[in-house]
């Protein structure tokens, strides 16, 4: 009876190290995709802003 309770403690860290394994890659994903997505929206707000002061610049040559 003692052999199957220490197998059974061997399996287990195994099985959490796995656990624990897959847990660090899912949160490096949502972090990688959180970072990317700040990424992306920094790029479309300086895309925004230059369209608009070329906007205004261009607005402004022809007008005044």
């Known amino acids: 009876m003692d052999t199957q309770v220490e197998a059974h403690r061997s399996h ?6 796995v656990g624990a ?3 660090l890659i899912i ?3 949502l972090a ?3 970072a990317l ?9 300086v895309v925004t802003v230059a369209v608009v002061v070329a ?3 261009a607005l402004k040559t022809l007008l005044w």
Not at 12 to 17: A, C, D, G, I
Not at 37 to 45: M, Y
């Open 12 to 17: 287990t860290p195994v099985v959490r190290k």
């Open 32 to 34: 990688i995709k959180l």
């Open 27 to 29: 949160a490096a994903a």
């Open 55 to 57: 906007i205004i610049w």
């Open 21 to 23: 394994g897959l847990v």
């Open 37 to 45: 997505g700040i990424v992306v929206w920094l790029f479309w707000t």
